[in-house]
């Protein structure tokens, strides 16, 4: 009978222990699958539980405070409550072998991270200083990012996901310049292009992912500068407002800057440097009581008197308008869950001329002006969610888009006898893009992660316009008719979590490329890198490609360090070939075509050594060999080895950063496909100190890049323009 | 007088452009865009002149019509000899005789190539013959404007042989692709202006940007075709002011070049 009631005893206190227990699934922030298999620790480091199939683990509710961790997952630790049920890991394993998380605002401190230590930091400056990443540059403004020395057509460049496409048919509107760094998130950096499920076609990717409107009551942040000699001026505002319940958010920024001419390292001034811009972005987002949000976006950009010293021209308006609307739909367990559903549209419009400029004593189309109009509009949808068939979880990601671009250039002579020329450089080209994409994850063990990419696309380019048509068609004596493929690309990327400190990851990305719409329907388009006027030809053959990927990271309190490599070859590498039928001294012409086959390899190290409490070094290294293996010499404006370091000092609010920026000299150089010069070697110095006031409420900067006054260029500097020399900025932050 | 000549010929015309307007409402299967260009009644018969433009020198297409009390008449025979008297003396040109059109039969058309304009040196008429259904032959003359243009041009031979060289296509040059093709005729006698087929012809586009620059653009060099006719194509790079030198080489001699300059729109 005791024993009876002893046992008794034991059930009800069983029974009371697992009524009285939380149960918790854990998600997959992107795709809201479960996770199985996640460890739940406690403050100590103990695990405590560990998820089912399902996703979902008990906990008793006197841990108030828990670490969750799961092979592909960043960690998170959480304070419970009785109101958690649903908590979302975000997606990171496969960051350390293929992507880069870049934090605009937010103070985040790994080898895989970047942060944006100078809120008056212009965008250009911010990505030329992530290893693996370079910019060509024509001036002081509007710099085109470059991966591994892929740039332009050969990488992805998008605004949250969204394609836009430049104007400009001389490239001169990036449209990284669309993105202000006060209105930056994060900067999602895929370098092996192995997401392709959602980026759609393998390239490496670079998505500005903006700020958006949080559930902060009133938030303010105003900002504002001046450099010299440059006399650059900068104000900037954002700030957040929301209902109190946080249903109703919105966020704003806005930012102005002009310019005057730059000087170089020898004091000189670099003349057309100058530019003027201002830039406005408005995020509304509704939250409905289901969870399910709704976004609304705006992005207005407009530019005037940008000055393209290596140019012929400046940029007399750029202006773009960027618009999105986005359903976020809440968790649900469904097989077949949406995420997000987005509509989005957006017009660049640009606008140069030489009027200012001395064109009759130039050696490039001397003794005329040339006004240049472009113009991009394209509509598009993405859509992603995740859906469970027989037991087996992916994502999956749809992607369409239509545009259509138009370029044309007026040749007025001096000579008032000759007759107004026009050149129709895009005439009516539309580009038609849809794809679905499909990326699985298989933990193969506890420390081994599987993931596979698949994607579908089908693109077709045309040109609406019958003169511009028939000027192919007698270029290449064929009939023309809307050029159209099918192209497939996949990946496949593997993970190995040696132990808590050493991971080490590989990648494999093959992927198809289809001419964009420069390669297939551009016309009399001036190439600045190498001097040649370039025809498109829209019986391009696909240019495929081969990339593999491996890195190796180790993580520590003290010392971390990255290590990528890669190798990537290229089939039918689409490059100009010489019209020698056509070309003079003063014009040579180049048609694209299919050149044969190019690779490119290297890789990028980064470290970073926590040497005290306040002292923290950082080092990072890069470099890529490429080789036009048809025609046996480097590819054209591939940066050489090149390094940043960086020593960081904080005591409290007070911070000093210096920076020793510096590159070998470049000597493989394309004299063949192009005309290039050896850059010589570089090293500069920069300083930043910071004063937090107030609370940190209040932030000084004072900033002095080039301190010893360099005279140089980089190797990607289109007409060797020389950079800024000995410059200082004073900077002031107000966070209300 | 005056003025009743004058009032005279706008009431033709203002009855030539009803007939035109008439004729283009009844048949919608014809893409022809007339202009009338004269017209003359003899012993009630009304001939009348169309064209796609007017008259000019270089290759001409011209569309007849013929009435007769305001009926549209298809005659036996119709016959032309187009003539420029220039007073001490008279020439013909290059021509055809009408056919009926196939693109619509309600026309007699034919070609001519205007080897000069009309005016001072001289003014142009059309003698016609009409051989009516009953065998009754009807004489006329039709006198037209010729206006001068850079589509024809001329070279001669050591042995003092001319020959005309013909702009025939494009007529309205545009940016992109357009067929490209000559016409050369050689005189025998001032009545005689037969085409020339076993020439070669050599051409070469050029655009002065001024500057002392200039480019030239993609082009195939035409060949012969037949009937004093040279086809090739011509791709223009862009809108503006362009020249097409022509070589000409006949039984082994090459002539002088020559040189058409003109311009080209954009669309």
């Given at each position: 009978m005791k024993n009876l009631i002893s046992l008794v005893i034991i059930i009800l206190i069983t029974i009371s222990n697992v009524l009285g227990q939380q149960q918790i699934q854990i998600v997959d922030e992107e795709s809201q699958s479960p996770i199985p298999g996640a460890h739940i620790l406690d403050s100590t480091g103990e695990v405590i539980s560990i998820t089912d199939r399902d996703g979902t683990f008990k906990i008793e509710p006197n841990h108030q405070q828990i670490i969750i961790t799961a092979v592909g997952y960043e960690n998170r630790s959480i304070s419970l409550d009785s109101s958690v049920h649903l908590i979302a890991l975000r997606p990171a394993v496969f960051h350390q072998t293929t992507e880069l998380l870049v934090v605009g605002n937010e103070d985040r401190n790994d080898v895989r991270s970047y942060q944006n230590q100078k809120p008056i930091?212009?965008?250009?400056?911010?990505?030329?200083?992530?290893?693996?990443?370079?910019?060509?540059?024509?001036?002081?403004?509007?710099?085109e990012p470059v991966i591994r020395g892929q740039s332009d057509q050969r990488m992805n460049l998008v605004i949250d996901g969204m394609q836009v496409f430049k104007a400009c048919v001389d490239k001169m509107d990036p449209i990284t310049s669309y993105v202000e760094m006060n209105n930056l998130s994060r900067l999602k950096i895929d370098k092996s292009g192995a997401g392709v499920a959602e980026n759609g076609t393998g390239n490496s990717t670079v998505n500005l992912i903006t700020q958006k409107a949080g559930p902060e009551r009133l938030t303010m942040d105003l900002s504002s500068g001046l450099r010299l000699p440059d006399n650059l001026r900068t104000i900037q505002m954002s700030g957040n407002v929301a209902?109190?319940?946080?249903?109703?958010?919105?966020?704003?920024s806005g930012s102005y800057k002009k310019a005057d001419d730059f000087e170089a390292g020898n004091n000189q001034t670099v003349e057309n440097t100058q530019y003027e811009k201002f830039n406005l972005n408005l995020n509304y987002r509704h939250t409905f009581a289901s969870n399910h949000s709704v976004e609304l976006n705006y992005i207005t950009d407009k530019a005037y008197d940008v000055g393209y010293p290596a140019l012929l021209m400046d940029a007399t308006k750029a202006l773009a308008d960027i618009g999105q609307l986005k359903f976020n739909f809440a968790p649900t367990s469904q097989h077949f869950r949406f995420k997000s559903v987005m509509l989005y549209a957006n017009a660049i419009r640009h606008t140069m001329d030489d009027y200012e400029r001395d064109v009759a004593n130039r050696t490039v189309m001397r003794g005329m002006y040339m006004p240049m109009y472009g113009t991009t509009t394209t509509f598009g949808t993405k859509l992603a969610g995740s859906a469970t068939v027989q037991s087996h979880s992916f994502d999956w990601f749809v992607d369409g888009f239509t545009s259509e671009a138009y370029g044309d250039m007026l040749m007025q002579s001096l000579d008032s006898s000759i007759e107004d020329m026009m050149i129709y450089n895009l005439d009516e080209v539309r580009t038609n893009n849809v794809g679905i994409g499909f990326r699985h994850r298989f933990n193969?063990?506890?420390?081994?992660?599987?993931?596979?990419?698949?994607?579908?696309?089908?693109?077709?380019?045309?040109?609406?316009?019958?003169?511009?048509?028939?000027?192919?068609?007698?270029?290449?004596?064929r009939e023309l008719s809307a050029r159209q493929r099918i192209l497939p690309s996949v990946s496949g990327n593997l993970l190995w979590m040696i132990d808590d400190r050493w991971s080490t990851g590989a990648s494999v990305v093959y992927s198809e490329r289809m001419g964009n719409h420069m390669e297939l329907f551009g016309h009399y388009i001036y190439n600045y890198t190498d001097g040649y006027f370039y025809d498109g030809n829209p019986w391009l053959k696909t240019e495929r490609s081969i990339n593999t990927d491996f890195n190796i990271t180790k993580e520590s309190g003290n010392q971390s360090f990255s290590l990528s490599l890669f190798y990537k070859q290229y089939f039918n590498y689409i490059d100009g070939i010489l019209s020698d039928d056509l070309s003079n001294n003063d014009f040579r012409f180049k048609r694209y075509a299919n050149v044969g086959d190019a690779v490119l390899m290297g890789g990028e190290f980064r470290s970073i050594h926590t040497l005290s409490r306040s002292f923290r070094l950082e080092n990072r290294f890069s470099y890529t060999y490429a080789q036009n293996q048809t025609l046996d010499e480097p590819l054209p404006l591939i940066p050489p080895l090149r390094g940043f370091s960086t020593l960081h000092f904080h005591a409290g609010t007070f911070r000093v950063m210096t920076d020793l920026e510096w590159a070998a000299r470049q000597e493989r150089i394309a004299q063949i496909s192009s005309n290039e010069d050896a850059t010589n070697a570089y090293a500069v110095v920069n300083i930043s100190v910071e004063k937090g006031w107030a609370d940190d409420s209040i932030q000084t900067v004072l900033q002095m890049n080039n301190i010893t006054n360099e005279f140089y260029h980089t190797h990607t500097s289109i007409g060797n323009i020389y950079e800024a020399g000995r410059s200082m900025m004073l900077s002031v932050r107000v966070k209300i | 007088?005056?003025?009743?000549?004058?009032?005279?010929?706008?009431?033709?015309?203002?009855?030539?452009?009803?007939?035109?307007?008439?004729?283009?409402?009844?048949?919608?299967?014809?893409?022809?865009?007339?202009?009338?260009?004269?017209?003359?009644?003899?012993?009630?018969?009304?001939?009348?002149?169309?064209?796609?433009?007017?008259?000019?020198t270089g290759f001409n297409m011209l569309y007849w019509q013929i009435e007769k009390d305001g009926d549209r008449i298809e005659p036996q025979q119709f016959s032309i000899t187009p003539m420029m008297d220039m007073g001490e003396m008279m020439h013909s040109t290059p021509y055809t005789e009408p056919q009926t059109a196939e693109e619509d039969d309600r026309y007699l058309k034919n070609m001519v190539v205007f080897i000069m304009p009309g005016g001072a040196m001289g003014s142009w008429s059309v003698p016609f013959e009409i051989r009516t259904q009953d065998d009754q032959l009807i004489t006329g003359e039709l006198p037209i404007n010729v206006d001068s243009s850079w589509k024809l041009t001329s070279v001669r031979s050591e042995s003092d042989k001319i020959y005309f060289i013909t702009w025939y296509s494009p007529q309205n040059p545009v940016s992109g692709n357009?067929?490209?093709?000559?016409?050369?005729?050689?005189?025998?006698?001032?009545?005689?202006?037969?085409?020339?087929?076993?020439?070669?012809?050599?051409?070469?586009?050029?655009?002065?940007?001024?500057?002392?620059?200039?480019?030239?653009?993609?082009?195939?060099?035409?060949?012969?075709?037949?009937?004093?006719?040279?086809?090739?194509?011509?791709?223009?790079?862009?809108?503006?002011?362009?020249?097409?030198?022509?070589?000409?080489?006949?039984?082994?001699?090459?002539?002088?070049?020559?040189?058409?300059?003109?311009?080209?729109?954009?669309?």
């Open positions: 930091q212009s965008m250009d400056r911010f990505l030329e200083n992530i290893d693996g990443l370079s910019m060509t540059k024509r001036g002081a403004f509007g710099w209902d109190k319940p946080g249903r109703n958010s919105i966020r704003f193969l063990s506890d420390s081994v992660l599987l993931k596979i990419e698949e994607n579908l696309r089908y693109k077709s380019l045309n040109t609406l316009s019958e003169t511009h048509q028939s000027f192919f068609e007698g270029l290449y004596d | 007088m005056r003025l009743s000549i004058s009032m005279g010929r706008m009431m033709a015309m203002a009855a030539l452009v009803l007939a035109v307007a008439s004729c283009n409402t009844n048949n919608s299967n014809s893409e022809l865009d007339l202009i009338p260009v004269n017209s003359v009644t003899v012993q009630e018969y009304t001939v009348s002149l169309f064209a796609e433009k007017e008259p000019e357009n067929e490209l093709a000559f016409m050369v005729h050689t005189r025998e006698s001032m009545m005689s202006f037969p085409p020339v087929s076993d020439a070669e012809l050599l051409v070469y586009p050029y655009m002065d940007m001024g500057g002392g620059s200039g480019h030239s653009t993609d082009f195939t060099n035409p060949v012969a075709t037949g009937n004093g006719m040279y086809e090739g194509d011509i791709n223009y790079s862009m809108s503006g002011v362009w020249t097409t030198s022509v070589e000409l080489t006949v039984n082994g001699e090459t002539l002088p070049e020559v040189v058409f300059e003109y311009s080209v729109q954009a669309k």
